[in-house]
């Protein structure tokens, strides 16, 4: 497995359409986060999945978007109505998840996907 | 959002020098600090991490000193190269899965 996969890489749209991302986590791998990353911003958490169930979300997490983790495999994120200040870097990561652990582990990021609304 | 506060924002250093970057965190609550380098058009890949229980971290040219009673954390980069130019996150962890980054750092090495 060499790491982390998203898919598409780049995404341009026009304002009010539906996007669709997907993230190929690491196998095995049982925790699976989104991120949000803007132009000279470190990245910022959106959700986070535990196999198959989405644990958390974020307030910058509006109703237009919806993430999913069917099988506890990959996971798509969706924005729907697209606005201009969506246009940001979109970034998958999993992590291994400590068994019964209460420490916080290791997060592996994708290589993102940078979407454009104009 | 921002629970991590990162200085400098940009930072150059001649190559064979020393890059050192801070950070500063709030919540006493994080125990995982991880620092992150990202190149352009690329994801953040983890470049070393220190858990609050040990002091410094030391993998190769690089090294985390880390400070629990002043709540800071800092990153230095020994006989820094052109190659080490990215920009660098500082991340802290809680919870076993909240992760709060800092705003970066772009380091640039001249030759």
């Known amino acids: 497995d060499t790491g982390v996969s998203q898919d598409p890489r780049h995404k341009i749209t026009k304002r009010g359409q539906n996007v669709t991302f997907r993230c190929d986590p690491i196998?095995?791998?049982?925790?699976l986060y989104w991120y949000r990353q803007t132009l000279g911003q470190g990245p910022e958490f959106l959700t986070y999945?535990?196999?198959?169930?989405?644990?958390?979300k974020s307030r910058l997490l509006s109703d237009r978007f919806s993430a999913e983790r069917p099988k506890g495999s990959f996971s798509t994120l969706e924005i729907q109505r697209t606005e201009q200040g969506d246009s940001a870097m979109y970034l998958c990561?999993?992590?291994?998840?400590?068994?019964?652990?209460?420490?916080?582990?290791?997060?592996?990021f994708g290589p993102g996907t940078r979407l454009t609304v104009l | 959002q921002q629970q991590v506060k990162q200085s400098p924002q940009s930072l150059i250093v001649q190559k064979g020098g020393i890059s050192i970057i801070n950070c500063a965190y709030e919540?006493?609550?994080?125990?995982?600090f991880p620092w992150y380098q990202q190149f352009p058009g690329k994801g953040p890949a983890l470049l070393i991490a220190?858990?609050?229980?040990?002091s410094e971290k030391k993998e190769g040219r690089f090294t985390i000193s880390f400070n629990k009673s002043a709540k800071q954390f800092s990153l230095h980069i020994m006989d820094s190269q052109p190659g080490d130019s990215a920009t660098y996150f500082c991340?802290?962890?809680?919870?076993?899965?909240?992760?709060?980054f800092g705003a970066g750092t772009r380091l640039t090495v001249k030759p």
């Open positions: 991340a802290a962890g809680y919870n076993n899965n909240d992760m709060r």
């Open positions: 990561a999993s992590s291994p998840g400590l068994a019964g652990g209460s420490f916080t582990d290791t997060q592996y």
């Open positions: 919540n006493t609550a994080f125990d995982y």
């Open positions: 999945f535990q196999n198959e169930a989405q644990l958390e």
């Open positions: 196998s095995e791998h049982n925790r």
């Open positions: 220190i858990r609050p229980d040990v």
